[in-house]
């Protein structure tokens, strides 16, 4: 068991986007990212099987999933996708995010 207090992780780079492993295990990764106004998490995909789920904690902004979709994203939405979908992130004002990849890459 392990208790994680996100609290603790609100740090944010000036430069654009902090990252922060929470946990790492052979069954799922969960990653922070806070991400200042403006910042863009650029979208992206994986040729691997899974899925991955993309919450906000904090702030608003957008999910990305390809250059035509964009879904408005706030605090307590949630993304859920397979891992080889494109997807990204968009920060409209200071945006905190965490990211559970299963199984991990």
């Known amino acids: 068991m392990k ?21 790492d295990s052979e069954h799922f990764k969960i990653l922070n990212f806070n991400l200042v106004k403006g910042a863009l998490f650029p979208i992206h995909s994986h040729k691997l099987d899974g899925q ?31 891992i080889s979908e494109p997807h990204g992130v968009r920060a409209i004002s200071d945006m905190r995010i965490v990211v559970t990849i299963a199984p991990p890459i």
């Not at 207090?5 to 492993?21: A, C, H, Q, W, Y």
């Open 3 to 23: 208790k994680i207090e996100l609290d603790e992780t609100r740090e944010f780079n000036p430069l654009g986007m902090k990252s922060i492993v929470l946990h």
């Open 52 to 82: 991955l789920s993309i919450l906000v904690i904090e702030g608003e902004g957008e999910f990305l999933a390809d250059d035509d979709v964009v879904l408005p994203a706030k605090t307590g939405s949630m993304l859920v996708s397979d």
